[in-house]
């Protein structure tokens, strides 16, 4: 079992940066099979960025050019970079190990922008 930790979120303007943290501990084997997702108010939970294994990570549409997901130095850590952040982004993130159906997932962090 995985457990996974989210940290970064808070409210910010548009146009402003985060940078969520996903700390996991556990029996983490890849790491490329992490990635973030993210819910909205009234809306389903989509995946935002993932680890593709000998590819380039995929990126939704709406956050292509302004997110990034990348490995930290420290052990199982993962990071999502998120810049020019538009109110639409708001959402609560929620990392996630070995995808949605199966996989673990984290508490979840708050990420509000205003306008």
């Known amino acids: 079992q995985v457990q996974l930790v989210e940290s970064g979120g808070g409210l910010v303007q548009a146009g402003g940066s985060l940078r969520l943290t996903c700390a996991a501990s556990g029996s983490l084997s890849a790491i490329n099979a992490m990635g973030w997702y993210r819910q909205a108010p009234g809306k389903q939970r989509e995946l935002v960025a993932r680890?593709?294994?000998?590819?380039?990570?995929y990126y939704a549409d709406s956050v292509k050019g302004r997110f990034t997901i990348s490995r930290g130095n420290a052990k199982n850590t993962v990071y999502l970079q998120m810049n020019s952040l538009k109110p639409e982004d708001t959402a609560v993130y929620y990392c996630n190990y070995g995808g949605p159906n199966l996989g673990s997932w984290g508490q979840g962090t708050q990420v509000t922008v205003s306008s």
């Open positions: 680890f593709v294994p000998g590819l380039s990570p």
